[in-house]
């Protein structure tokens, strides 16, 4: 895998361009100067001819209290009718939305039809129950066409979900159901994942007790894995217990177009995650239009974005993207290596997948599996039914890009390398099929109406080939809307007084080419790292890190990593001695275990060293700079002068 070829330029088929949803750059530059014209007027256009509005919306965009913006907020609509209910209209009913897949192959089907009865019953179970609209319901379930069901029930009656990604730790779900003051919890027995069965109650179980949880009211149990489990009288009830007997269909909840659709918790370079809040209205309205216009998804697609519900791509492209459009998706429990590397190419074959979106993390270690072994090579599986692909959550290099494109895609199928962000509700850079020449690397384009750009430090507007911080211009309908209980944070955290409060700022640095003005994402511009897609605060690693008793103090910065991306490296100054051979080895050991406990094992830090200090300057503060240096192997370039003890640099230099 070799970065330095020289990238080539993809032109769009021709049989995109001729059938795609927005053809041609031409149709592209149309659509981006009606924005430019009417800015207003083309997202209230695009609004009524998307989605079914109870209420219609007369006003657009109120910017009175920026950069508290509203859209469509005087319309009333309901996102589960959207997804659900206007389809059966439209003569889908019969039409399999979603085809899930277990860990071990089991393979079952849901019609619309059927989603609406799933659906409907869990929405009256949670209203018998006493949630109302407004009210926070934590998700804490495995993939599942019951986690899909559970967010479509929330949105059917207006209540807010939070959905916990089931690697979480007891003590991260804890914190999210204390954050949002949810009232009710739905988890399950356990989760199945590469032919293992792993507990999930007993964690969730394990948050309630750390205090904290008090406004949850009922915990509702799926028995997924049938592991035996507690149940404590009067709070928990099993899933069939709690829908049984009740009516097969429930009337939407018609919301406000600002009503807040879920919360979804977030790494920030400091403190505690925190909880972006989505509406309803232009929320949804971009789920659509990224479906039909990014993934050009026609009736007889089959989808499948690889996500986990606890990440927002799996909300906006399995929960609500694909069914909004009445389109039929895979939901997959498993993971892409059992029983073999070969299981997303089986699948994509068996179920004549024609969109398929997954993540550079995951291509990376398919593409070594298949370089390691012959048998689970994608030459061995028909995948003649795919005609485009998708990456997302880091930047893909584009020596990964080629093998997906070439191996994956039969150098027939564009790659949508699309940039977004948790925040950003939906893809906010990126390709089009049947329009953008692509480079291997670049996210291209912003998407119609996204007024992407780079500044300087100032707020000023970079020309083209210069370097620099990603904002954008204007709100747009999908974007966060606040952070949940902290206004304040909201604004520091998205718009600075740097830039007068007038830019969103995304986090991340990017550049533009010189010629074509395409976007490349070059990384987080603050202490946020991108493991495997996953986004986590260097902060939080380091409060996880000194909460053992034996730290003192803990610096945790990223390195670039050849499969996960960045990794996570630590270093460590304890309260004892500074450990060395194997007792430095168990230690690592236990700061790892440590940090899984604290907030998953996602947060686990590849790389720890001990030091009997950290590179500090005389007024106290660690240099980071330096720290990445070491972590990555250099040699220190920088000026070390300021340091107060520069000895400590040798120490911290190699890993155990
Ligand atoms: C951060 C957002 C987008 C949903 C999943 C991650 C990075 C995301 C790309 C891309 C380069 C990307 C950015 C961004 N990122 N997509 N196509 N190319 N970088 O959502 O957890 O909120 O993370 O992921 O750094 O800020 P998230």
Redesign the pocket.
Known sequence: MSDTQSLQVFQPPADFVSQAAISGMEAYRALCAEAERDYAGYWARLAREHLSWKVPFTRTLDESQAPFFKWFDDGRLNVSYNCIDRNIEAGLGEKTAIIFESDDGTVSRVSYKDLLVRVSRFANALKASGVKKGDRVVIYLPMSVEGVVAMQACARIGATHSVVFGGFSAQSLRDRINDAGAVLLITSDGQCRGGKSLPLKPIADEALALGGCESIMKVVVWQRTGAECAMQAGRDVFWQDFVAGRADFCEPEWVEAEHPLFLLY??GSTGKPKG?QHSTGGYLLHAVLTMKWTFDLKPNDVFWCT?DIG???GHTYIAYGPLACGGTQIVFEGVPTFPDAGRFWKMIQEHKVSVFYT??TAIRSLIKAAEATATVHPRNYDLSSLRLLG??????NPAAWMWYYENIGGSRCPIV????????GGHM??PLPGVTPLVPGS?TLPFPGIQAAIVDETGTELDWGKGGILVVKRPWPSMIRNIWGDAERFKKSYYPDDFNGQLYL???GATRDAQTGYFT?T??IDD?L?VS???MGTMEIESALVSHPLVAEAAVVGRPDDLTGEAICAFVVLKGIRPEGDAAKKMIKDLQDHVGKQIGPIAKPKDIRFGENLPKTRSGKIMRRLLRSLAKGEEVTQDTSTLENPAILDQLRRGV
Do not use: K, L, M, Y
Not at 391 to 396: A, F, K, N, Q, T
Not at 417 to 424: A, G, L, R, V
């Open positions: 977030t790494s972006v996500a990440w927002v791509t993540a550079p990456s997302v959550g880091e930047p893909i390398d699309t940039f977004w962000q948790t925040e950003t850079i990126t996210c995304a986090g991340d994402i990384g987080r946020v991108n897609g996953h986004r």
